[in-house]
C-alpha cells in the first residue's frame, strides 16, 4: 500500500482547505503510477477512500487510468457542500 499526508499536514506541502477534488484526484492518480511502475506487471492496484476520501477516489478512478478496484469507507450520501454544511 501506499499512503501519503493531506497537503500540508506532515512533510506535505500545499494548501488542505483551498484544494478541489480534481487536484486530490490528480495526486491520487499520481500516487497510483507510481505504485503500479514499483510492482511486478499485472499487480491488481486500487483506491482505499475514507469518508471525503472517497468523492476524491470516486472522482480519480473516472480519470483515464482506471485502478484495478475501489474500496469506498464511510462512503458519504451527501454532495460533499452538505457533508461540510452539516459539521
Known amino acids: 500500500s ?3 499526508d493531506k497537503r500540508s ?3 506535505s506541502l500545499g ?8 487536484e486530490l484526484a490528480a495526486d491520487a492518480q499520481g500516487a ?9 506487471a ?5 483506491y482505499f477512500g475514507p469518508s471525503q476520501g472517497g ?5 480519480a478512478s473516472a480519470l483515464p487510468d482506471r ?3 475501489l474500496v469506498l469507507q464511510s462512503g458519504d450520501a451527501t454532495s460533499p457542500f452538505d457533508q461540510v454544511m452539516h459539521q
Open 2 to 4: 501506499l499512503v501519503f
Open 9 to 11: 499536514v506532515g512533510a
Open 15 to 22: 494548501d488542505t482547505v483551498n484544494v478541489s477534488f480534481a
Open 32 to 40: 497510483l503510477a507510481r505504485l503500479r511502475a514499483a510492482l511486478p
Open 42 to 46: 499485472n499487480t491488481p492496484v486500487g
Open 55 to 59: 468523492w476524491v477516489a470516486i472522482t
Open 67 to 69: 485502478p484495478d478496484f
